[in-house]
């Protein structure tokens, strides 16, 4: 019965739907022939030959004649007349008799076909295969991870016990799938869990476990686990797991984090050496308003400014550009520049006011981060935190734009956004800008197709849980230390092309043709230069660090081939 529900669902999927509209719109075409020929013969039959039939037999004489039955019961007897019939006749053999036949061969029975061969229960991967990534159970961080492999073209095969989302997977997106109990070591086997690169375990807290305990007396590839739990995190230690990731922790620190006025060493985006690349917010530091150029921050701390953020927006700027206090600005320089410019910034933490809407499990460790720290901070749920016996929140709805004003929010310095429902997250995002037009607004977006409502209703950060998941995971395999990532902009390192051996930095137009900027440069066994000047000379061997968007980067190996460079 599953099977044959399965086989039903393949059509009412994917491209199999897609052909079965073009079905219906066939079976139209041919229906609306089959009337237009009726009404046709009993016109002719009428004033050729002064018989009169009904529009019934007028269907019954098209369809016998079209399938080329040709009972011979009703004939015409005139020349006209047999010219109309041999025409139906024609016509019936090229669209009922050749065009739909080969129709629904193409395209129902030979895709189902192919989608059997393709689909093996007994998936296995070929002997030689390794340095694969294994990606158990599939959910939005785990989408958003497989479209970071895509995209570093690293090879992965996802492992489900859903038989219905392996073939859609299969089908639609054309992923490597091993559907089966997860609990078979012999799918372990078949995988080749021993040769893979990393293995990434995504599903509940016991079969977690259970899962890392069975790879761990197979192998030893390294295992990252996300805990749904963070009390869960030493127990899938302790089964064999080199990391374990609580994404509710870490959604909360970031949220914590991107929501203070806290200085850039707390905000490091990514590091490459012992270069350190990281945004601080103008708000509340004495650059606001200022220009670049009197803002002085290279002479002041010898860090250099690669760009300016202003909601989810990356630029490049030039010696006028006015650093907005609503915007960031994106440096590259050392741990210790940093700590200079901290210096020069340093804002006091107790001067902060952070208010938390909605006291789940992440806005719980957003207060927990803030604890921390410590900031100050409120609380307002509209039910009690039962899991919770640490915080105090306001209750009530949050969604009441009295119950934020009375609670103080146009004094507030910072507003993290963290209820489950988007929709929610966009009115309240939009009714605290209205209350309070300074505040700085960290949001989270539960689906990441809400980033942009949320940036539109006037957050400064929108934190996408999926893609934050995504890349800390892709961290990990890179071996990278980072976790603090800007939704929608990426650096990025890749060995220096052929084509631009010899240019300059100007001459090689990468921000023109990609939209990409230069952040650094590596060269072989040195320290990477921050900011390298427009007529640094590019040699071959070196690295280029550059920063964009995904789409730009894209763009970047489309024009310069996708040559990565090595990690360090
Ligand atoms: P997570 O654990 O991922 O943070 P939860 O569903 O546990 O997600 O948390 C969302 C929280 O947001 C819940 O505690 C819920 O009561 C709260 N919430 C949802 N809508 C509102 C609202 N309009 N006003 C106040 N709190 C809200
Ligand atoms: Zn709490």
Request: aromatic share 8%; proline share 4%; with cysteine.
């Amino acid at each position: 019965m599953k099977t044959i529900s399965a086989e039903l669902a393949y059509f009412l999927r994917g491209r199999a739907k897609q052909n079965l509209k073009i079905l219906w719109y066939y079976s139209f075409f041919l229906l609306l022939l089959v009337l237009v020929y009726a009404s046709l013969f009993r016109y002719l039959m009428l004033h050729l030959e002064g018989r009169e039939y009904s529009f019934i037999a007028g269907v019954y004489w098209a369809i016998t004649v079209m399938t080329t039955l040709g009972f011979g019961d009703i004939t015409f007897h005139t020349d006209l007349g047999y010219i109309f019939a041999a025409l139906v006749t024609i016509s019936g053999v090229v669209f009922l008799l050749i065009i739909l036949p080969f129709g629904l061969i193409s395209l129902f029975l030979a895709p189902w076909i192919e989608q059997r061969l393709r689909y093996r229960p007994g998936f296995a991967l070929p002997a030689d295969t390794s340095d694969h990534v294994l990606i158990f159970g599939i959910n939005p961080t785990a989408r958003a991870l497989i479209h970071n492999l895509e995209s570093l073209a690293i090879p992965f095969v996802v492992i489900t016990e859903d038989y219905q989302e392996s073939l859609r997977l299969e089908e639609e997106e054309g992923i490597r799938v091993a559907c089966g109990p997860v609990s078979d070591k012999k799918l372990l086997y078949r995988i080749r869990v021993a040769s893979a690169r990393y293995i990434f375990v995504n599903l509940s807290d016991p079969k977690n476990v259970n899962l890392c305990l069975m790879i761990r007396a197979i192998c030893k590839t390294p295992i990252a686990v996300i805990a749904n739990d963070p009390e869960h995190l030493d127990l899938m230690h302790l089964a064999g797991a080199n990391k374990v990731v609580s994404l509710t922790r870490i959604l909360g620190r970031y949220l914590g984090i991107r929501a203070t006025t806290q200085g850039a060493l707390a905000h490091i985006i990514d590091s490459f050496g012992r270069l350190r690349i990281a945004e601080i917010p103008v708000n509340c530091t004495p650059f606001a308003g200022q220009t670049l150029e009197q803002a002085e921050i290279r002479q002041r701390t010898g860090l250099a400014v690669i760009g300016v953020l202003e909601r989810g927006v990356f630029t490049v700027p030039s010696k006028d550009t006015v650093l907005a206090p609503s915007s960031m600005v994106v440096l590259a320089g050392t741990r210790e520049q940093l700590t200079q410019l901290e210096q020069l910034t340093g804002e006091q933490a107790e001067d902060d006011m952070i208010f938390i809407l909605g006291h789940g499990k992440i806005g719980c460790a957003a207060a927990k981060f803030l604890d921390h720290i410590p900031v100050p901070y409120l609380l307002i749920d509209q039910t009690e935190n039962q899991n919770c016996d640490k915080h105090i929140s306001v209750i009530g709805d949050a969604t009441n734009c009295q119950l934020l004003r009375k609670s103080g929010i146009e004094q507030a310095k910072g507003l993290i956004v963290t209820t489950n429902d988007d929709s929610t997250n966009v009115f309240l995002t939009l009714s605290s800008r209205h209350a309070n037009p300074q505040i700085r607004i960290v949001a989270r977006a539960n689906r990441e197709e809400n980033v942009e409502q949320l940036y539109a209703a006037g957050a400064d950060f929108v934190v996408s849980n999926a893609s934050v998941g995504a890349n800390i995971l892709t961290n990990i395999l890179e071996s990278k230390e980072s976790i603090f990532l800007t939704e929608g902009l990426t650096i990025f390192r890749r060995l220096l092309p052929d084509t631009l051996v010899g240019k300059n930095i100007e001459e090689s137009r990468i921000r023109q043709l990609t939209g990409c900027s230069v952040v650094a440069l590596e060269i072989k066994g040195s320290e990477p230069l921050p900011s390298p000047p427009p007529d640094t000379r590019l040699e071959s061997g070196m690295k280029l660090v550059l920063i964009g968007n995904p789409h730009q980067e894209e763009e970047f190996t489309l024009k310069f081939g996708n040559k990565r460079g090595a990690k360090s």
